[in-house]
Each structure stands twice: as C-alpha cells, then as structure tokens.
C-alpha cells in the first residue's frame, strides 16, 4: 500500500485559516468514514487531533474540523495561531484492515 | 494519568533483533490494544501492527510478517515489540499507541514517548 497523498507543505499568517488534504483511494480513505488527524510537534509524539472523519477528542480546540468527500479528506484549522506550527498527518482505516498513514504536511505560520 | 512509557534508545548491528516495552499507566490495561508504529528520520507514520491486551490476538502489516513479535504481559500492564533480522531500513523512532475504542486500530489517543532504535555496523 503506497502512503495517502498530502501536500509537503502549507502556510498561513496568523488569524487565517488553512486546509490540507489527505487523499487516498476507494480502499481507504472512500471505503470508510475511519479517517484520523494527528498533530506532531518537533521532538514530540503526535497527538489525535480529529477521528472518524470530524469528530474531535476532548480537549482539542474547536479551531481544527475535518471533513472527507469521496477519495479525499480535509483537515481545516481556523484562527491559525503560532503554537499550530507543526507536521500534520492524516490516516485511514483501510479495506486489508489496517490503518495507513498520510506523508504528511509541515505547517508553517507566517 | 494515562500515560505510556517506553524503554530506552538501542543500537544494534545489522541481522541482531531489537525488543522494546511500553509499560502503560492510569488505565485498565486489558480494555485497549496496543498498536506499534514507527517514524523514520523525515517520514511520516508507518504501523506496524496491533496486539489485543485483552485476548494477545495479533495483526501485524504484510511487510513485517515473519520477523516482527507482539505480545503484552498484563500482571504488569506492559507492551512489548520484538523485530528482527534488523537491516539500516529498520532505523527508526518506534512508538506504541494505544488503540482509542477498544480493540480498534482506525485511531490512537495516546502515545508513548517513543523509543529510537539505529541499526549501524
């Protein structure tokens, strides 16, 4: 299985909002609604951030939503702040159930 | 808290084996899997494979087959991963995560620290 497809990376001036993309295939990310968002900081794990495609864990900020539409989800943080700076990863339950990981996205805050 | 803490960095030679622990805390052990992923330097997440801490059922991805062990000792609430046949591709920082609703692997709320494992002769 080749890694869901996400953009190396994205930018925004704080206060803005951004959308990365997390595209896959009708075995993955278009087969179920089971697509995850991890956030990781340098030198740290990453962090769920959205599950099941735009539910959000308790304590994560309202800030961040998800949303999928066929092959492709999106994850979109509004209000972009310093401290979202960070690589993001996408992930999808798939068809050989297992889950796959995204390549994923450096966010860079201008 | 709910917490996974995870054994130290290693370093092995190529065609040695590697076993790592992830000791988890503030939780009934049993009720969640256990799942290994790995992040080489500049990559994104791969996992590994997941290990039931409730019945020690195993799913391991295709590629690792036949040289990776996942197994879980609830008497002291501890996960551990072994591979072997370690060639420099194995090079990498290896977590384990815990599987957010049950036995499920489509998402992980928490995550070990991360242990870095380097192959090099």
């Known amino acids: 299985q080749s890694a869901l497809t996400q953009p190396a990376s994205v930018s925004g001036s704080p206060g803005q909002s951004i959308t990365i993309s997390c595209t896959g295939t009708s075995s993955d990310v278009g087969a179920y609604n089971y697509v995850s968002w991890y956030q990781q900081h340098p030198g740290k794990a990453p962090k769920l951030m959205i599950y099941?495609?735009?539910n959000r864990p308790s304590g994560v900020s309202n800030r961040f939503s998800g949303s999928k539409s066929g092959n492709t989800a999106s994850l979109t943080i509004s209000g972009l702040q310093a401290e979202d700076e960070a690589d993001y990863y996408c992930?999808?339950?798939?068809?050989?159930?297992?889950?796959?990981f995204g390549g994923g996205t450096k966010l860079t805050v201008l | 808290q709910v917490q996974l803490v995870q054994s130290g960095a290693e370093v092995k030679n190529p065609g040695a084996s590697v076993k790592v622990s992830c000791k988890a805390s503030?939780?009934?052990?049993?009720?969640?899997?256990i799942n290994w992923v790995r992040q080489a330097p500049g990559q994104g997440p791969e996992w590994m494979g997941w290990n039931s801490a409730y019945n020690g059922n195993t799913n391991y991805a295709q590629r690792l087959q036949g040289r990776v062990t996942m197994t879980t000792d609830t008497s002291t609430s501890t996960a551990y991963m072994e591979l072997r046949s370690l060639t420099s591709d194995d090079t990498a920082l290896y977590y384990c995560?815990?599987?957010?609703w049950g036995d499920g692997v489509d998402a992980f709320d928490v995550w070990g620290q991360g242990t870095m494992v380097t192959v090099s002769s």
């Open positions: 992930s999808s339950y798939t068809t050989s159930s297992t889950p796959l």
């Open positions: 099941e495609v735009s």
């Open positions: 503030g939780y009934r052990f049993t009720n969640y899997g």
């Open positions: 995560a815990r599987s957010a």
